[in-house]
């Protein structure tokens, strides 16, 4: 059985959807100011997206059924899903200038945070194995979790805070 066969039509026609808006939507930003960082963030989250909404459902119904090759796959999403955020924040950060506003310092801090999240990601750390009570996977979290779990929420909450500070100030 190949993927495309296990995949549920439904799904193939809202990936397919959601990856083409994404796709288009990010070519659409970086095309009119390709030297602005706002643009530049703006399609590699837009970039990352696209990868997550392939990945994740081979992550549910992968190429090799297997509990190794599932576990492989769900650690392939949560390694894409670990830059999400953070793009997240620093084009929340850099919007609407061109350049990135975050001092070298933050900058190399949000970068070693992601890089060290994406890393753990693909190890037993984050996800250690899986299980399947019900006949539904269900990975197991490791001891890394609790970070992955920070990260990802952290800078999504801190790009609100910043967005709302904007918002604010441009009142």
Same mark, same amino acid.
């Given at each position: 059985m190949t993927i495309l066969t296990s995949i549920q039509p439904f799904e193939i026609i809202l990936g397919l959807t959601a990856f083409i808006?994404?796709?288009? +939507?990010? /070519?659409? =930003?970086? *095309?009119?100011?390709? !030297?602005?960082?706002?643009?530049? &963030?703006?399609?590699? @989250?837009?970039?990352? %997206?696209?990868?997550?909404? *392939? =990945?994740? $459902?081979?992550? %549910?119904?992968? $190429? =090799?059924?297997?509990?190794?090759?599932? +576990?492989?796959?769900? !650690?392939? =999403?949560?390694?894409?899903?670990? #830059?999400?955020?953070? %793009? /997240?924040? @620093? @084009?929340?950060?850099? #919007? $609407?200038?061109?350049?990135?506003? /975050?001092?070298?310092?933050? @900058?190399? &801090?949000v970068m070693f945070i992601t890089l060290l999240t994406a890393g753990l990601a693909l190890t037993p750390l984050v996800f250690e194995s899986i299980q399947y009570p019900e006949a539904e996977p269900v990975p197991v979290p490791g001891r890394a979790m609790p970070l992955f779990f920070s990260e990802f929420i952290g800078f999504i909450l801190l790009s609100f805070i910043v967005l709302g500070a904007k918002y604010r100030k441009s009142q």
């Open positions: 808006a994404v796709t288009f +939507l990010g /070519l659409s =930003v970086f *095309v009119r100011n390709p !030297r602005s960082w706002t643009n530049i &963030l703006f399609a590699m @989250l837009a970039a990352v %997206l696209d990868v997550y909404i *392939v =990945v994740n $459902p081979i992550s %549910l119904h992968p $190429p =090799v059924p297997s509990p190794e090759s599932q +576990l492989f796959w769900i !650690r392939i =999403v949560m390694f894409f899903a670990a #830059f999400i955020s953070p %793009l /997240l924040f @620093l @084009l929340s950060h850099t #919007f $609407p200038a061109s350049q990135i506003q /975050l001092s070298r310092k933050y @900058l190399a &801090l």
